[in-house]
């Protein structure tokens, strides 16, 4: 996710503006993507940048960057280390030199030689013009690309985040109208998680494994009666223990789409295997909060499949 998001979406646009329609000079470039470099935390890009505000040194001069640059050539009088600030300065000077240079009018004996000098000197200067200019040109462009990644980036960091706080208004509130603690319990799972505490894991994984069976008890609660088996195999038992089994039933009671129910309850059977494996600490951190919140995405959208819930009987599932 970028940082600071809106800022930087804000900046990365005027930079791309700025280049494509050639009104942002390459310094005002370098340097408002050097901010933007900093605002998202970009270590690499802020670099790269600095020696493009500062100029390279010889131990560069074999990296990709360099190279990628177009400032190494196979003759190392040639290569150059210099700023791209300093780059386009004297790629000016080169320019007014060349349109100054002339081909003088002489006769005589030296005419041959002068003319050579004359045109030796022209050739020279452009070659060296062309070189910085393609220096500049690399650097504009990496420029460019670089923010336009920053820019789709920022963009999607937007919308992404309306997304879920729009599906988590939706799924808080379908949670409330079952159970009033369920949102504050999975606050409460998340913060442990975040404050990344040595047992945050299997008392994470715990607190959710106790939430599916808070979830069972509402939408399915137990009951001695049994299900046939789909396969064939001993009856389904719908008893206080199998809550996973009577969440599955409630999937089967209110799901008419034969494939999404039968990813619901797998997605179902995968969250539970590694909430039980997280009680043993084989779970990592980061694969915790994301059990976290595929189980609160997983319990809002099955709830979602009615679309009106009314109390239940303990004796009889939610209808």
């Given at each position: ?228 088996n789909p396969s064939g195999g001993q009856p389904i038992k719908l008893g ?80």
């Open positions: 996710m970028v940082s600071n998001t809106p800022e930087s979406l804000l900046l990365a646009e005027e930079i791309v503006r700025g280049i494509e329609d050639s009104s942002m000079a390459i310094d005002r470039a370098l340097l408002k993507s050097t901010r933007l470099a900093r605002l998202i935390r970009d270590d690499s890009a802020g670099e790269w940048l600095k020696k493009e505000r500062e100029g390279y040194g010889k131990a560069d001069r074999d990296t990709q960057r360099f190279q990628a640059m177009k400032r190494q050539y196979v003759d190392a009088r040639y290569d150059i280390y210099g700023s791209a600030i300093v780059v386009a300065r004297e790629a000016d000077s080169f320019r007014v030199q060349l349109a100054s240079l002339r081909i003088p009018d002489v006769s005589g004996d030296w005419a041959n030689k002068v003319n050579a000098d004359a045109h030796n000197a022209i050739a020279q200067t452009r070659a060296s013009l062309l070189r910085h200019e393609k220096v500049l040109a690399s650097v504009e462009q990496e420029i460019h690309g670089y923010v336009v990644q920053v820019l789709h980036a920022a963009s999607f960091g937007i919308q992404s985040s309306k997304l879920f706080d729009a599906a988590r208004a939706e799924i808080d509130g379908l949670l409330v109208r079952i159970d009033p603690d369920i949102p504050e319990k999975l606050d409460f799972a998340m913060q442990g998680l975040i404050d990344g505490a040595p047992e945050a894991i299997s008392a994470g994984m715990n607190s959710l494994r106790r939430l599916l069976v808070t979830f069972a008890d509402i939408v399915f609660p137990s009951t001695s009666a049994e299900r046939s206080e223990a199998n809550y996973l089994n009577r969440v599955k039933a409630f999937i089967d009671d209110n799901c008419s789409s034969d494939s999404r129910r039968t990813r619901l309850k797998q997605e179902l059977s995968n969250i539970n295997a590694r909430l039980s494996s997280g009680v043993h600490d084989e779970v990592t951190l980061t694969e915790a909060k994301f059990l976290l919140l595929n189980c609160y995405i997983l319990c809002g959208e099955i709830v979602q499949m009615r679309s009106t819930l009314v109390e239940s009987s303990p004796a009889s599932p939610l209808a």
